[in-house]
């Protein structure tokens, strides 16, 4: 009975030192998302190829993340992007009401990034690459998806995130635009790159 | 009756694939024309798709009654009597067709000025099957 009541104090000291030490590992930060933050949707028809973008972030969103500075893990707690897409723009007045209407941006007007995590990240980024997990929302649809971004740090505290990721309309459960029946048709491929900027809190 | 059926189809036929022809080689030559088939007018593709694909057959039925009507009308070798049919069709029904189209609903000129020549150009087609089919 000793012994058993000997082992269990020694295993709850040993477990709350680890915990301990993992605490102490661990750091909370925030980025504060930038204005100039861009995303752009590429695509193709059997006609042409378009490009759809979103050149102006106008939220005034916050990013707030668990470092582990053991495993230089961020984890994101409840922190996202919603892009507006009716603010796409496609450079061709006929395309863009055509893929808004694809996205049924009247009726689900957002599209949300929501950051879950990011794998060994470090403060000396000159163009690392680094993995991520993120959550898109479009159409009320999720994809849980893992992007590849190059992080840069820009001065003033700022870093800068490009990505790109190939989706299709059907992750989605989207119909990618067809009409004259089936003669004018778009590929249901899209890439979605972006460049982000954060500014450190 | 069975020469005037296999007319009818043969013309159908080669309307559909002159069509199809002409709507990629257009496609391939206006690209910038063809983008404005993404405009909202545009019924986006689905259960009616099959009603596209019949046109030239219900062109085709329209077409043959005029010849078979007319055709006494027509003198001269195939090839002029098929253009004749075409300019008929083009100025009577075409044109004030496609007019009241573009005054209507927001497609540009130079799309109308596409449908008008693929129109001019599908009833020479069915022209020439008739004359020779049906002389």
Redesign the interface.
């Given at each position: 009975m000793r012994v058993t009541v000997s082992i269990i104090c020694f295993l709850f000291i040993l477990n709350a030192a680890f915990i301990k030490k993992n605490v102490q590992n661990v750091s909370l930060a925030k980025w504060v998302v930038e204005k100039s933050s861009s995303l752009n949707i590429q695509g193709e028809?059997?006609?042409?190829s378009f490009q759809c973008d979103v050149t102006e972030y106008l939220r005034a969103d916050t990013l707030v993340y668990l470092k582990n500075d053991l495993t230089k893990k961020l984890s994101f707690t409840n922190s996202s992007l919603v892009v507006d897409i009716r603010r796409f723009d496609c450079h061709?007045r006929?395309?863009t009401?055509?893929f808004r209407?694809a996205l049924k941006a009247d009726e689900n007007p957002n599209l949300k990034i929501l950051f879950l995590t990011i794998d060994q990240f470090s403060n000396n980024c000159n163009n690392q690459v680094v993995k991520g997990i993120v959550d898109v929302q479009l159409a009320r649809t999720v994809k849980r998806t893992e992007i590849d971004y190059t992080v840069k740090c820009l001065p003033g505290n700022r870093i800068q995130m490009n990505g790109s990721h190939v989706f299709s309309f059907s992750d989605f459960n989207l119909k990618a635009?067809?009409?004259?029946?089936?003669?004018?048709r778009t590929k249901d491929q899209i890439t979605v790159n972006f460049q982000l900027f954060f500014r450190a809190l | 009756m069975n020469k005037v059926f296999i007319a009818w189809l043969t013309a159908g036929i080669v309307m559909l694939v002159l069509g199809l022809g002409m709507f990629y080689a257009g496609i391939y030559f206006f690209p910038k024309i063809a983008d404005e088939y993404f405009s909202p007018v545009f019924r986006r593709a689905g259960k009616t798709d099959w009603t596209f694909y019949v046109h030239p057959f219900i062109l085709a039925v329209a077409l043959k009654w005029f010849w078979e009507r007319y055709k006494g009308i027509f003198k001269g070798g195939i090839l002029l009597r098929a253009v004749e049919v075409a300019l008929v069709y083009g100025i009577v029904a075409l044109l004030p067709i496609l007019w009241l189209t573009f005054s209507a609903i927001d497609v540009s000129l130079k799309m109308i000025i596409t449908w008008f020549i693929y129109g001019i150009v599908q009833a020479f087609a069915a022209g020439i099957v008739f004359a020779k089919l049906n002389p």
């Open positions: 028809t059997n006609i042409n061709n006929f395309i009401d055509d209407s635009p067809r009409k004259l029946a089936g003669l004018i | -």
